[in-house]
């Protein structure tokens, strides 16, 4: 049985008549750039997220640098986050000229942890602590577990909170919208993602107007209206034609969740009886479960077994940021981190996306030892 990590051609054939008439619109309005489909998707989007601003973003990235950037991060400042995330949430940090600050996460989650952020924070040099403005939470997965913890912490302490919720589509804390922890969520719709593009683009979304008006500037040179500039700002916008695809896939994204969380329900039924790791399923945290990692101590040996039959698996993510050729010069070492790195040597991505069918996850599950 061949089985794709994401199988996105069978979650676009039931609605690509639609997608290809919201296709043909923007070609024949000749409108690319800041067309009327921009402003419709990002007000729908932002009914689904329950926020009150939602602006779209030429990429994740982006959302993320901008993010930093209207919280006021600063060349010289630090940012912390975690090691155990993609690239793109430090880069976003060293694109302001801030300084990357990391802190370990929970073996159970694989979230930031509370405890070791407030350690951090608490035993900080003053020099350095005074100049840390913004803290970035990754809901790795599509796991929020902990964001309203970790939001606490930042209130307390004057410090700028952002979700990374690139994974994180949907997702909820005590049935309440993520955004409602943190100061600015940012989101990344690259194809692979719970609600994906069909190419870069990304969006922040924020209860914050005044954070929200100035990011709509900055994301367009500048500017509120045609060559009036208010400032010296960035060609982040999203395009008409990745807004029109969004805005129609959008309207399938809870149908599309409600289906990962029942896969990932399988997923625990099947993996539990053989006693491997499992992610929780609903409960205070509602993960959306961008993907369903396991966690196996023979990965080489199941990911070539799981190949060899026809399986798409994949690792999220092997080496930790503090320990990649990138970041040499942070002066981290092996050990500093021992969670992510323990679980970097573990962790198994297994195939999930809105249409995978039950029996596609049993042949699966049988495959693992």
Not at 213 to 232: A, P, S, V
Request: aromatic share 8%; hydrophobic share 40%; charged share 25%.
């Amino acid at each position: 049985m061949n089985i794709p990590f994401v199988n996105l051609k069978r979650m676009h054939d039931p609605i690509r008549e639609e997608i290809d008439r919201a296709i043909s619109e923007v070609i024949d309005a000749n409108n690319y750039i800041n067309g009327r489909q921009v402003k419709e998707f990002e007000t729908d989007f932002a009914q689904f997220l329950g926020v009150q601003s939602v602006i779209g973003m030429s990429s994740g990235t982006d959302a993320l640098f901008l993010a930093l950037k209207v919280g006021g991060v600063r060349e010289g400042d630090y940012v912390i986050t975690v090691p155990n995330t993609f690239i793109a949430t430090t880069e976003a940090i060293s694109m302001t000229g801030a300084k990357i600050l990391f802190t370990d996460v929970e073996e159970n989650s694989s979230n930031m942890s509370p405890e070791k952020l407030e350690t951090l924070l608490d035993t900080m040099d003053k020099k350095i602590a005074d100049k840390i403005k913004a803290i970035i939470f990754v809901d790795l997965y599509g796991s929020p577990r902990d964001l309203d913890k970790i939001y606490q912490i930042a209130k307390a302490h004057d410090i700028l909170l952002i979700s990374d919720a690139a994974q994180a589509h949907g997702a909820t804390i005590d049935n309440k919208p993520i955004t409602d922890f943190a100061h600015i969520s940012t989101y990344s719709f690259y194809p692979g993602k719970n609600l994906g593009a069909f190419g870069d683009a990304g969006a922040i979304a924020t209860n914050d107007k005044e954070i929200a008006d100035k990011i709509r500037q900055l994301r367009n040179h500048g500017r509120t209206e045609k060559y009036i500039h208010n400032m010296e700002g960035y060609n982040c916008r999203i395009d008409t034609l990745q807004a029109a695809i969004l805005k129609v896939k959008l309207k399938s994204l809870a149908g599309w969740n409600t289906h990962r969380i029942k896969t990932a329900g399988l997923y625990n039924e099947h993996l539990s009886r053989k006693g491997m790791f499992c992610p929780a399923v609903n409960g205070k945290y509602g993960a959306v479960f961008h993907l369903y990692v396991t966690r196996s101590e023979a990965r080489d040996s199941s990911m070539k077994k799981l190949k060899e039959a026809g399986v798409g698996v994949g690792v999220h993510y092997p080496v930790p940021l503090h320990l990649q050729p990138a970041y040499r010069r942070l002066g981290y070492k092996p050990g500093d981190f021992p969670v992510s790195e323990k679980l970097s040597e573990t962790i198994i991505s297994l195939p999930m996306d809105g249409a995978i069918t039950p029996e596609e996850v049993k042949y699966v599950c049988n495959l693992l030892p």
